[in-house]
């Protein structure tokens, strides 16, 4: 018979508290963060896409061979079936993008003809971005978006997501903030990937779970949060004011703050040279001035720093993609991180199961219905 064994007790939110070892990405307190070894400033200056979510997959950077091979993949597993179309438009025009796109993958877990594992993942990451692109056009009633065999898997997301021509810059830096958003260790929704890969269900269960715990504004849903923060504020002048109502009132700022970085976010800071730069280049750079604002009253308040999505949301912006996408793309881009720690959990799987600690009353005499008092 098993010992019984007195349950450790970990603080609120198991932060600072690791739960598996890991070999796909690490963010330090020090602001570093590296994908499979290699510093995160390293892979933004040098790799694309398509690179940098096969290193996060396997392991290395794919040969030339390996990587039209994976491209390949992707591109051929990226239609959509008008069957999910189709119950995406029967969700209708009201339903939040997130729900439209997690509903869309749980469908996908019965519709989709591939069988093996690899096969499903390689469907998940290829079609994600396209859902991301219609769950606001296809329950609004409008035809859906298709990628194109052409076009890289960036450049494919953003000419599906804005009517606009971007300039090559624009089409660059937003291919670098998809590379930011790809990976981040046991962040909310790649814990709970794990958790439900660590029950044996399929990538399509883990995926939909991801997605639910990326809608929340504390997680996924900042990037939003944060620009509707910026424009309600318009005038780099009143970034002052702002935060002082916010704090007054006890709000949080969205788009400030992180579990793991307390002095930078290395993602923020490379998102903020982007934007920089995107702003210099169309010659109006208000945007960046009430971001920098904002930012420098923040940390002489509160010492807090900007995270990844604070940077990310006004370069959204600037590429004119609608508010309501933003945590849509980031799960274009996170699920390929997912899918790394599914298969990273299932090589040496325990089920994840923690323990608690009870609370509530004992001993309480069942009481029949009708002798009960309000
Ligand atoms: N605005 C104002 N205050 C903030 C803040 C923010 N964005 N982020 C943290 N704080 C404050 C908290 O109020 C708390 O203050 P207190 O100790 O006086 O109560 C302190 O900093 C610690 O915050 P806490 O939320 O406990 O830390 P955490 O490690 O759990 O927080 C986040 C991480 C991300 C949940 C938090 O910073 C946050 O909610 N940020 C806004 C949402 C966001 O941008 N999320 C995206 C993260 S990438």
């Known amino acids: 018979m098993e010992e019984a064994v ?7 939110g198991l932060a600072g508290v690791s739960v598996a070892d890991t070999r796909i990405s690490k963010s330090d307190t020090d602001g ?3 994908y499979r070894g290699y510093p995160i400033s390293e892979i933004a200056s040098n790799a694309g896409f398509e690179e940098t979510a096969y ?6 950077l794919p040969t030339m061979s390996q990587l039209e091979s994976f491209t390949d993949g992707l591109h051929r597993r990226a239609e959509v079936e008008p069957k999910v179309f189709g119950i995406m438009r029967e969700l209708g025009p009201e339903a939040h993008p997130i729900d439209v796109i997690r509903t869309a993958v749980s469908a996908l877990g019965s519709i989709d003809a591939e069988r093996e594992l690899l096969g499903k993942q390689l469907s998940l990451e290829a079609k994600m971005s396209v859902l991301a692109a219609n769950c606001r056009r296809v329950p609004s009633g409008q035809a859906p978006k298709t990628p194109r065999k052409a076009l890289r898997f960036s450049d494919n997301l953003l000419q599906m997501l804005t009517a606009r021509e971007s300039t090559e810059y624009e089409r660059w830096a937003f291919e ?8 981040h260790d046991l962040n909310a929704s790649t814990f709970t990937v794990r958790a439900v890969a660590s029950t044996l269900a399929d990538p399509y269960a883990a995926a939909s779970a991801g997605l639910a715990s990326l809608k929340g504004p504390l997680h996924g849903g900042a990037n939003e949060a944060a620009m509707e923060t910026l424009l309600s504020i318009g005038d780099p002048a009143k970034a002052g004011e702002f935060l002082t109502s916010a704090f007054k009132e006890g709000r949080k700022v969205m788009g ?68 309501p996408l933003y945590t ?9 991180g ?29 009481v029949p219905i009708k002798d009960r008092r309000n």
């Open 256 to 323: 400030f703050g992180h579990r793991v970085y307390k002095q930078f976010d290395p993602r923020a800071r490379l998102c903020k040279e982007y934007l920089r730069e995107i702003v210099a280049r169309r010659g109006d750079d208000r945007i960046y001035r009430l971001c920098d604002a904002l930012e420098t009253e923040m940390w002489r308040a509160k010492r807090i720093p900007p995270n990844l999505d604070f940077y990310a949301a006004p370069i959204f912006y600037s590429l004119g993609i609608e508010v």
């Open 6 to 12: 007195e349950p450790v007790k970990v603080p609120k």
């Open 328 to 336: 849509p793309v980031f799960a274009a881009s996170r699920i390929f």
């Open 55 to 60: 290193l996060v997959l396997n392991g290395m």
């Open 338 to 366: 997912w899918m790394a720690h599914y298969n990273e959990q299932l090589e040496d799987n325990k089920l994840i199961r923690p323990d608690s600690t009870y609370v509530g009353p004992s001993g309480l005499k069942y």
């Open 32 to 34: 570093s963060l590296v």
């Open 176 to 183: 670098r903030v998809l590379m930011l958003y790809l990976e």
